[in-house]
């Protein structure tokens, strides 16, 4: 009788401290969602300008300006970025460099036979006629560029011409037919004309630093010695990489008459981080300046200026810094990768086998490299040479193994599962911080790769997922108690409701397809949570909710002004414009284009069909097994679910489920290795 007594007080205090809780998780999700709704930060237009004097010096990098001093071109990185010059490749070159450039858009030439080593003619009237047919030959229609769209807005405005440099150069500035108003070489050089292209060459070629010394030196000089007339706006970009690497290179913006340049980093709607820039944007940039329209065609958008506290100097070297961090980072990727990768089969292995005290290390350890490769990012890992941050990675991920093992519990989390929280910690946190373990980290993007500059791109987009149904259906496997069923279901629905909207509002991940696809598969584990298993109607309810869902965050993105839309704005915007066809299509080529990249996307399908095989032919095994667990089926049916929406919804969506069978894996091992409730230490 003083048990039922004492349990029926303790009731009301445990629903109140439920009620509490809820309200403060309420409250958390309604203030996530104000700040998510809200717009970036944005700066100021470089322009107006009289004139544009284009100056592009292919092959210019960051680090070559810390080395040298170079008075000239500092002079006119009054704001400056790293420039990101990827186009439709992994390497741009000199020619592609300039088209891409000219559309606005992704553009390489598509060379008739021998025409990609001859030397490039330039007729009296300032035609090449061979650029344009070659650029005309390369035109895809997916996305949508134009030849020379920078070029024919000049000329339907009256704005005149010129290019002075090496041939190829008139394909920055050429319109539809290959022309300009005037061609000369470098020799010649004059700003005059509305808009002025002049290449200074020699460092696409320099490999060495002796080399790149001198040639730095001597373009030095040459800029030095040119006479910009007050009202220009001057833009400095190297158009391309040495040897059309995939590499980040220079870009600076000043006015001529603006006097002491000031400090300040670019940005555009493109990038929504400041200090970077796509090469795509310079030709909104020169149109904005000239009070001209940016042609649709286009897909960059316009520089902005963010004035910050540091000279010229200063700058260059953050940038150099910031450089050598990208590069760090595209040679880490793959032996991190792998790393990644033998340590969930190496804990399936052993599970599979028995071995219960390697699997108990290896599983927290396979999502401990995950988690402490985007933590790499709180530090100056690239300073480190590749094969030490790697020894050094595998160390701290078993540190973090051995510590989350003193927090397992028999009928509780598992270390394994308390590394997917710290994962979803890192995850939620970065994101809605500004996402600065976003970039530059061995699985997070890349400027080299220009898929996404902010936001949450695929990998994490998976990794936020997997770990999130983790974090959501461990609750419904450490309680039996029936008044905790009703916190349970709740506790995946909250859980859910901050992934997706982490995911999806345009000030955080910004993803239609990560959007798309997480709000069905939260929906399917709070359902079998809740014990009423995946009806057809609610699954169909989800997906609509879903498509609107993200309807509603695209329109109120897109009712924003042009220079702070996302990417969920402009894709509504594109939708309306009756470009869904070409989306479609765009994310299937990127899909099927790994496949030709790498043999790996391909082992993995195989890998999938034949675990898939497997697992239906021991069907009724693989039932009784999970029949009783309904935790982990939730978290399977959750998982499944948005997996395959990944792939179909997103840009190079096969890299979805390979990366969250990174986490599930692991988890899994660890949770239905546990026998009676104890994990073996």
């Not at 606005?104 to 025409?115: Q, V």
């Not at 290390?361 to 300073?383: D, E, I, N, R």
């Not at 790996?600 to 239906?616: D, F, N, Q, S």
């Amino acid at each position: 009788m003083d048990d039922r007594v004492g349990a029926g007080r303790a009731e009301p205090a445990r629903r109140r401290a439920v009620g509490l809780i809820a309200a403060a998780g309420a409250l958390a999700v309604l203030g996530l969602a104000v700040v998510g709704a809200g717009g970036s930060s944005v700066g100021i237009d470089p322009g107006p300008a009289e004139r544009v004097l284009l100056v592009a010096v292919p092959g210019l990098r960051w680090q070559d300006l810390e080395a040298v001093d170079a008075p000239a071109v500092d002079a006119w990185l009054g704001a400056s970025a790293l420039l990101s010059v990827r186009a439709e490749g992994l390497e741009t070159d000199l020619v592609e460099g300039y088209l891409t450039v000219n559309s606005g858009n992704t553009l390489a030439p598509a060379w008739d036979g021998a025409d990609s080593t001859e030397p490039i003619a330039i007729g009296g009237d300032g035609c090449a006629a061979e650029l344009a047919d070659a650029a005309r030959r390369g035109l895809d229609r997916v996305t949508g560029a134009e030849v020379g769209a920078l070029g024919e807005a000049l000329r339907r405005a009256g704005i005149e011409r010129s290019v002075f440099g090496r041939p190829e150069a008139v394909a920055g500035l050429m319109d539809a037919h290959g022309c300009v108003e005037r061609y000369g070489t470098l020799d010649e050089a004059a700003v005059g004309a509305g808009v002025t292209l002049i290449e200074l060459d020699g460092l696409d070629a320099a490999r060495f630093a002796a080399d790149r010394v001198a040639a730095l030196q001597t373009l030095d000089r040459r800029l030095g010695s040119l006479e910009v007339p007050a009202g220009t706006l001057v833009v400095l970009a190297a158009t391309s990489a040495t040897d059309g690497a995939a590499e980040v290179t220079v870009v600076g913006v000043a006015q001529s008459d603006q006097g002491e340049r000031g400090a300040g980093l670019l940005r555009s709607a493109t990038t929504r981080r400041d200090g970077y820039l796509r090469s795509t944007d310079l030709a909104p940039t020169i149109l904005a300046a000239l009070g001209l329209e940016v042609p649709s065609s286009m897909n960059g958008t316009p520089a902005q200026v963010v004035e910050v506290q540091r000279s010229v100097d200063e700058r260059t070297a953050v940038h150099a810094d910031l450089a050598e961090r990208v590069a760090f980072r595209d040679r880490a990727i793959m032996p991190v990768s792998v790393l990644v990768v033998a340590a969930t089969v190496l804990a399936a292995a052993a599970a599979v086998r028995g071995a219960a005290r390697w699997r108990a290390t290896l599983a927290p350890m396979a999502v401990s490299l995950v988690a402490l490769s985007f933590l790499s990012g709180v530090v100056a890992y690239h300073h480190l040479a590749l094969w030490v941050y790697v020894v050094l990675l595998v160390l701290a991920a078993f540190a973090l193994a051995v510590v989350a093992r003193l927090g397992e519990r028999p009928d509780g989390p598992t270390a394994t599962g308390l590394v997917c929280v710290v994962l979803w910690a890192v995850l939620v946190v970065d994101v809605v911080t500004g996402g600065a373990l976003q970039i530059n980290t061995p699985l997070g993007y890349s400027p080299t790769v220009a898929g996404r500059f902010q936001g949450i791109g695929n990998l994490a987009f998976g990794l936020l997922v997997t770990s999130a149904l983790v974090v959501a259906v461990g609750p419904a496997r450490w309680s039996t108690r029936p008044w905790a069923a009703r916190a349970k279901r709740w506790w995946v629905v909250w859980v859910g409701v901050v992934a997706v909207l982490v995911i999806g509002l345009p000030r955080f991940g910004s993803d239609v397809g990560g959007t798309l696809a997480s709000i069905p598969a939260f929906v399917v584990a709070a359902s079998i949570v809740a014990g009423r298993g995946v009806p057809r109607r609610r699954i169909a309810f989800a997906l609509l909710g879903s498509v609107g869902a993200v309807a509603l965050l695209g329109l109120l993105d897109r009712a924003r002004p042009a220079s702070e839309r996302t990417h969920l704005g402009r894709f509504v915007e594109r939708l309306l414009d009756g470009e869904a066809g070409t989306i479609l299509e765009r994310k299937l080529r990127a899909n099927l284009s790994l496949f030709g990249a790498s043999i790996w996307p391909t082992v993995l399908v195989l890998v999938l069909v034949l675990v898939g095989a497997w697992l239906w032919r021991r069907r009724s095994d693989v039932a009784e097994l999970l029949g009783p667990r309904q935790a982990e089926r939730a978290f399977l049916a959750g998982l499944v679910t948005a997996a395959v929406l990944g792939v179909l919804l997103n840009d190079s969506g096969v890299a979805v489920p390979a990366v969250m069978l990174t986490v599930a894996v692991p988890w899994l091992v660890a949770v239905l290795g546990q026998r009676h409730g104890q994990e073996v230490r």
